[in-house]
């Protein structure tokens, strides 16, 4: 059940750096000061992976056993506060690669969990968690509504069917191998289809009345005026 | 491991109640500020435990040993309910010794600058991670109470030095730990290193900026293009660290008057 992964080691460097330049961006062009784009950065490129070793308790997090990590994170946030317009224009290669990296991260959390010795279900959980707690703490400390909860294109969601595709299949014993790419595999089908035909993630549908007036609870009349009403007032 | 054992040895000539000293400090300005915007007595008790002990709070949980210090004793989690009461009744007291407060508080921040990072030397960490957790001990309290009282985190914003501080004597710590110098002066030189900066960003304004774009002048640079360059910066140091002298650029932005705390 050990999850060695089927992706280079030196990926997750990258995958920090970008994600600490994607997260440094977004705090520059926020305004913050120094501290605060390098807290960002930080926050963004491995957040994840602190909340989720944080979730695991599992010693001491990778971030701070490594300092490499922190270097790639100090990294990104120097090249976003000092070089900002140019790094900006290298925007679609961070998209890229940050669909690319969904899957690891997701992967990187599941594998641990199972060291751990969690089930299924909790494995999805942490995975997700790990995928997409970073973007949580950018948009907490930048103090904006978490991009993750407003209706977008699929992340949290792409992050999701990443972690229970891998689960599942690993759950049913498939080769480690088959599992990892099916779940990479996953997640940037549920990224490029959402970007690509425009499909966002839903907000909630109503259906109280519709199931009310089926049971017979609601007269159509009255349900009609009562939806006008609450439509006018809104 | 021989580095590590030699680092647990650390011990301070401070009395315990240095750190429940500064726990206390940090739960009265939490306090205070809870009461000045209005907050009712939950929100003072809860911004006064988050600031006073968010920090440590962090600390241990990212080091994994929450029981064994904060809440080990009860005498932490009473030191914070006090100055929870004291903010609650005198916040208008303390408001008029503001320069006090301010003092106290840059001797706070720099014992919880210690403390975070001898917890991570001990730990046979990084200097790099011994100096993170010191700045996450001094300014995560501060942190949490922004996220509690629902404005954006000073912590992050340009204005006073609140985290530069923090991360400058956490790095003066670590340095004076690692070459092994007495760690008794160890940490009476970051507490004056975190006075010093802290009394400095209030009776002389030293303030960071926002990102200061240079990505043209590298350009020019690297290109040997003979123009002059647009942007005129007199000094980077004072642009990016004091930011005394006003900038020339297109995109100046005045401070919102929220960051005025």
């Not at chain 1, 140019?86 to 959390?109: C, H």
């Not at chain 2, 009461?35 to 709070?57: I, K, N, Q, S």
């Not at chain 2, 706070?108 to 403390?115: D, I, K, P, S």
């Amino acid at each position: 059940m050990t999850a060695a992964l089927a992706m280079p080691g030196y990926l997750d460097a990258v995958a920090i750096l970008v994600g600490a330049l994607t997260g440094g961006l977004y705090a520059t062009r926020r305004g913050l000061d120094p501290v605060g784009v390098l807290l960002v950065a930080f926050s963004t490129g491995v957040g994840g992976g602190l909340i989720r070793d944080v979730l695991l308790q599992d010693g001491v997090p990778i971030l701070l056993l490594n300092p490499l990590f922190q270097f790639y994170a100090a990294l990104g946030a120097v090249i976003a506060f000092f070089f900002g317009k140019f790094a900006v224009k290298l925007t679609p290669a961070y998209e890229a690669l940050d669909t690319f990296m969904i899957g690891g991260w997701v992967l990187l959390a599941c594998g641990k969990a199972q060291q751990v010795g969690l089930g299924p279900v909790p494995t999805i959980f942490i995975g997700t968690v790990a995928a997409i707690g970073g973007g949580l703490i950018r948009d907490v400390l930048c103090h904006d509504p978490p991009e993750l909860m407003r209706p977008g294109f699929f992340y949290g969601i792409a992050a999701f069917g990443a972690a229970t595709t891998y689960t599942t299949l690993d759950y049913a014993e498939a080769p480690i191998i088959v599992s990892q790419i099916a779940a990479m595999a996953a997640a940037i089908i549920l990224r490029v289809t959402s970007l690509y035909f425009g499909i966002t993630s839903p907000t909630p549908y109503d259906v109280s009345d519709l199931v009310l007036r089926k049971i017979g609870l609601r007269d159509h009349q009255a349900a009609d005026s009562e939806t006008q009403a609450r439509t006018v007032g809104r | 491991m021989a580095a590590g054992s030699e680092l647990s040895e650390i011990a301070f000539t401070l009395p315990t109640w240095t750190t429940y000293a500064a726990v206390a400090v940090s739960g009265l300005a939490g306090a205070t500020y809870a009461a000045r915007r209005g907050f009712d007595v939950v929100g003072v008790f809860a911004l006064a435990f988050a600031t006073g002990l968010g920090g440590l709070m962090l600390t241990d949980i990212l080091l994994g040993n929450l029981t064994a210090n904060l809440l080990s004793s009860p005498w932490f989690l009473l030191v914070a309910l006090g100055a929870a009461v004291v903010g609650f009744f005198f916040a208008g007291l303390i408001s008029r010794f503001d320069p006090v407060m301010v003092i106290l508080d840059g001797l706070a921040m720099g014992f919880l600058c210690t403390v975070g990072a001898q917890e991570a030397l001990k730990m046979g960490l990084a200097p790099s991670s011994a100096i993170f957790m010191g700045t996450l001990t001094a300014v995560g309290g501060l942190l949490i109470r922004d996220v509690l009282a629902g404005v954006a985190p000073q912590l992050v914003r340009p204005g006073a030095f609140i985290a530069v501080p923090a991360i400058i004597s956490s790095g003066v710590f670590v340095v004076m730990v690692e070459s092994s110098l007495d760690s008794d002066a160890a940490q009476l030189v970051t507490m004056a290193t975190a006075l010093f900066l802290r009394a400095g960003a209030y009776w002389f304004g030293w303030h960071t900026g926002s990102a200061g774009d240079l990505s043209a002048r590298a350009w020019n640079f690297w290109s040997r293009r003979a123009e002059p360059d647009p942007v005129v910066v007199p000094d980077e140091f004072a642009e990016y660290f004091t930011d005394m002298i006003p900038k020339i650029t297109d995109d100046y932005r005045p401070d919102s008057p929220q960051d005025k705390g």
